[in-house]
């Protein structure tokens, strides 16, 4: 039995342009699964993985492989004794069981791949040398899931087209250097995957129309966030692998030269089924008004970035966490030089969520309440408060800007 | 249908020199010897961001001496550097430096994509303002933890404890090391300090590589290069020891 809630999931992992020209191996690895549990359920399975590049990691390239494996692995062994009905249960192996079975699995997988090596190599096995994140997104036919750890990034498109940041890795704290990132590899490894877990029942996004997950290469060859999810929002259209292959080479060779993997999903359209009268009636009565010179279309307004993607978190208020808290630095520099507002609202297409942080300061949003109470937590952790003016309980943006009550989709 | 057409780009690279133009750096040719050590370094630099398109190398400098100012203001791509000499005179503003640096330092202007910047510290002497508040600044700022910090301490006037705290914690155990100063003795060092800085470290800091953040090692931003030989190496030969 196939999922019908979903279509073509595919994935894809390019060598970066730099590890070419290196002569090192694509460090990245992908895969798309489908796994058959309990009664012919079945439960779709996209995997990124992207091996750290550094010289300590000179089997990473195993490391991303062995880690994609194994989490099918995993994921068939929970589906194997977990119905899909029971999303609690799939909500606490999202949180911690699949990461404690998937780290076990990885750390054998690597012992194993390290004893066969020829020549032997030197020493002790260090997981470092196998380093990796890992990205997962399951799709079951009545909702979907994400875990997993590291600079990973998934996006959500809309039908309308609009993309939004559904999980990032969080801030490793002020001290976390540069290019740093979790992986399989660290020891609190486990414990890392909490923070990336969600599983959201279908019913309650009707919107959603695919999920696009990829490694950092992708969207750090991006000029801005905007242009990454204007990217995640025009990929899914692509129908043929060869195009998403050529584009990603594309991505790194103009980019940031990492490897890069991209793997999605379309969810299925549910049927129409007043579409072949209505939509004939609506054709030819807009044809023949267009024909006699009576339709004049308006030209839209180019959409508000900021209102976009405030719609966008407060459509999903379990986005607003995630996607907020790696703002924190963003916004104590806003708290120490407010003249750092007018730059990001001169240009809010660049950084949305910027230029909305920037709004909130000048009091000039009108959240709904679970993006306005995590705004002022997030004004309040800066040692600053969120204007009034943004607190106004009289001016609630329309309902439509607002997550619908419990209950009540 | 064609791929998607968004605005893709390469990472921006910031190297920034923080330059000492005290009166003391006129002794014994050293600001001669550091203006013709970052000028010869120049090509060199040029041909490693060749080599590597995916980073767009852009170099900035920061004079300090009464007052701090920028020498070269507008992120340059190396390619495009012209280096103009420095001028030796006044006292050791290296706090005000550190505040002038961590205004540029902050998002924005600098980008979202950008690299881990490199921050390359040359001095003589000891501040003369308020180090400590200056480096406070500095370090608040995001890309000030995440930047590849580097000093060079010309001669044994140099305030080595000053430069160490820029650099952040010594590392456990002896010997030389990039995270502690660089002790450059004469011309001949400094120009292999400078070299070093130049090409090795932005080789290695315009790599992809995102690397595991492992407890205690928050200020190894970067795998950093072996060091060139310097004087202190008894089977190094790179001249007299003069300053």
Known sequence: MVSSAWLAPRACSVIGAAHRRQGKPCQDASLTAQLTGQGGQTLQLLAVADGHGSSRSWLSDRGSALACREAERAVAEVLAVTPLEDTTAWETWLASGLAAAVQRRWREAIAADWKQRKPNPPGPLEPVTYGCTLGLVLLAPRWWGCTGLGDWDLVAVTEKGSASLVSEEPSLGPQASGEATASLCLPEGPALWGPRAQLHPLAAQPQLRALVLSTDGVRKSCASDADFLALCGQVIALRSPQELEEGLAQITRQGSGDDVSLAMALRQRPPSRRWPLAAALLLAGATTLAVVGLVRRPTAPPADPVLVQQRALCADPSRIRANLTPRRAQLQQLRRDPSLAAQLLAAPQNDPLGALLARSQRGSLNPCPALEQQLMALWRDAGGKMPAAAQRSNERPPAGDRPAAPGSR | ?243
């Not at chain 2, 100012?69 to 006044?90: C, I, K, S």
Request: charged fraction near 20%.
């Open chain 2, 1 to 243: 249908m064609p791929f998607p057409n968004v605005r893709l780009s390469n990472r921006p690279l910031h190297f920034i020199y923080l330059c000492d133009c005290s009166g003391s750096m006129a002794a014994q040719g050293k600001m001669q010897a550091l203006n013709q050590a970052i000028r010869q370094s120049l090509p060199g630099m040029a041909e490693v961001a060749r080599e590597n398109p995916e980073a767009r190398v852009l170099v900035r400098a920061l004079r300090f001496a009464d007052r701090a100012d920028w020498h070269v203001q507008e992120p340059t791509p190396v390619q495009q550097l012209q280096w103009r000499d420095l001028e030796a005179g006044g006292i050791t503003a290296m706090g005000e430096a550190l505040e002038r640096l961590a205004g540029v330092l902050q998002s924005p202007p600098m980008e979202e994509r950008a690299l881990p910047p490199v921050l390359v510290l040359i001095s003589d002497g000891q501040p003369t303002d308020d180090f400590e508040t200056g480096l406070a600044t500095l370090m608040r700022q995001p890309w000030a933890q995440k930047a590849v910090r580097l000093a060079i301490a010309l001669g044994h006037d140099a305030d080595l404890e000053v430069l160490q705290q820029f650099i952040g914690p010594e590392p456990p155990g002896g010997g030389r090391s990039p995270r502690r100063p660089l002790q450059a003795s004469n011309a001949t060092s400094l120009a292999r300090y400078i070299q070093w800085a130049s090409t090795a470290v932005v080789g290695a800091a315009s790599m992809p590589a995102s690397r595991v953040q492992e407890q205690g090692d928050s200020n190894v931003n970067i795998p950093l290069p072996d060091l060139p030989p310097t004087l202190l190496d008894p089977t190094d030969d790179v001249g007299p020891l003069v300053w």
